[in-house]
């Protein structure tokens, strides 16, 4: 029962196969090509460009959120390891007594 199945399945998958190669689709045939015509972006040469409706909010709401991201990220909270560790250790080393300054010497050679 289960192997006549798969047979008319397959049957059928082969049958679809042939005829979309038969239409000219997804095949390895000719390669399709359109040939250039019409105009840059629709527009004829000299023409002035009208601004559709959405476009003034659409790019006015692009810049607003690149701003927002843009200063979000600039003045966030600084939470690496790397910063914590080095309070931790400047707390530490000033509770110790510890020099956190080194003295600057001239070494001529």
């Not at 840059?40 to 607003?64: A, D, N, R, S």
Request: proline share 4%; glycine share 12%; hydrophobic share 35%.
């Amino acid at each position: 029962m289960f192997s006549s199945f798969t047979s008319r399945l397959s049957s059928r998958a082969s049958a679809l196969a042939s005829r979309r190669l038969a239409r000219g689709g997804h095949g390895h045939g000719e390669p399709q090509f359109n040939e250039p015509g019409g105009y840059l972006f629709g527009q004829k040469p000299g023409v002035k460009y009208e601004k559709e409706g959405w476009e003034t909010i659409w790019y006015g709401g692009l810049g607003i959120s690149a701003l927002l991201i843009f200063f979000g990220l600039r003045y966030k909270p600084d939470t690496r390891i790397r910063t914590w560790a080095r309070e931790e250790a400047i707390r530490q080393m000033r509770e110790e007594g510890d020099l956190l300054e080194y003295m600057h010497t001239d070494y001529k050679a």
